[in-house]
């Protein structure tokens, strides 16, 4: 079977399936977007719920909202942030039941799973 994305990579070579799946490689990130499944949702709210500071977290949703998976809302003094596309919420409804029928292979793996490096870098990156 062979998968053809609808977006070929750019002259610089790179691949936007990559990158999408690269921005929600982060766990922080991953947290959000599952959270901002739920509705609406300000920094200052996703900073109490995740305990990080509104700097950190103010960078994950500007990367998400980056990306066009996360958009906002302006009202008052307060930016209610939400998914910009319902689609998201199916690709991670997916990944759950591959995640299911894989069992513990993905946390083994010895590039991404954990005690990997990469698994390392990303939790030093997320703090």
Do not use: W
């Not at 901002?36 to 305990?51: I, K, N, Q, W």
């Not at 977290?57 to 942030?81: D, I, K, N, T, W």
């Amino acid at each position: 079977m062979t998968i053809e994305f609808a977006v070929a990579a750019d002259a610089c070579g790179h691949n936007p399936a990559a990158t999408l799946f690269h921005s929600l490689s982060d766990p922080t990130r991953l947290s959000i977007v599952k959270r901002m499944a739920g509705g609406e949702v300000r920094v200052s709210d996703l900073t109490g719920e995740l305990g990080l500071a509104q700097s950190t977290v103010s960078a994950h949703v500007a990367c998400l909202r980056e990306c066009g998976l996360v958009e906002g809302r302006v009202q008052g003094r307060s930016v209610y942030y939400s998914l910009s596309r319902p689609e998201l919420m199916n690709m991670l409804a997916q990944a759950e039941i591959l995640l299911a029928a894989t069992g513990n292979a993905v946390s083994l793996c010895p590039n991404y799973g954990t005690g990997s490096a990469g698994a390392s870098l990303t939790e030093e990156n997320s703090r």
